[in-house]
């Protein structure tokens, strides 16, 4: 996995501050929802996870405790996280090509489930 200059960490944040400044209702995208009827999982809180994961880094995402959003969610795991960073950005190069994939993710949401 690239390391992140500086200014290109502002533009993860700044792409990140995008995605949460403006949600995707949970009617649009794969939601999964307990039997309180809060949302245990989406596909957007994923593609969250993995930009913290980015920003953060390995050790530091590990470190910090889960958003209080998925307090008591059982489905997800930082190790999932990590192995689709790995797995699907592993091989891209440019903060560019990383943000097109969200993008790309972002547009491809399953209609709500």
């Known amino acids: 996995m690239k390391n992140f200059t500086e200014k290109e960490i502002i533009q993860l944040k700044e792409y990140l501050s995008s995605?949460?400044?403006n949600p995707t209702p949970?009617?649009?995208q794969k939601s999964v929802f307990g039997p309180d009827k809060f949302c245990?999982?989406?596909?957007?809180?994923?593609?969250i996870e993995m930009l913290k994961y980015l920003i953060n880094g390995?050790?530091?995402?590990?470190?910090?405790?889960?958003p209080n959003r998925l307090k008591k969610s059982t489905?997800?795991?930082?190790e999932k996280i990590e192995e689709r960073v790995l797995k699907d950005l592993g091989d891209l190069e440019s903060v560019e090509q990383i943000i097109?994939?969200?993008k790309k993710e972002r547009e491809s949401f399953?209609?709500?489930?």
């Open 100 to 102: 097109n994939y969200f």
């Open 110 to 113: 399953h209609e709500g489930t």
């Open 19 to 21: 995605i949460i400044g």
């Open 26 to 28: 949970f009617s649009k």
């Open 58 to 66: 390995k050790n530091n995402y590990f470190l910090d405790p889960p």
């Open 75 to 78: 489905l997800w795991s930082k």
């Open 40 to 47: 245990q999982w989406c596909e957007e809180w994923e593609l």
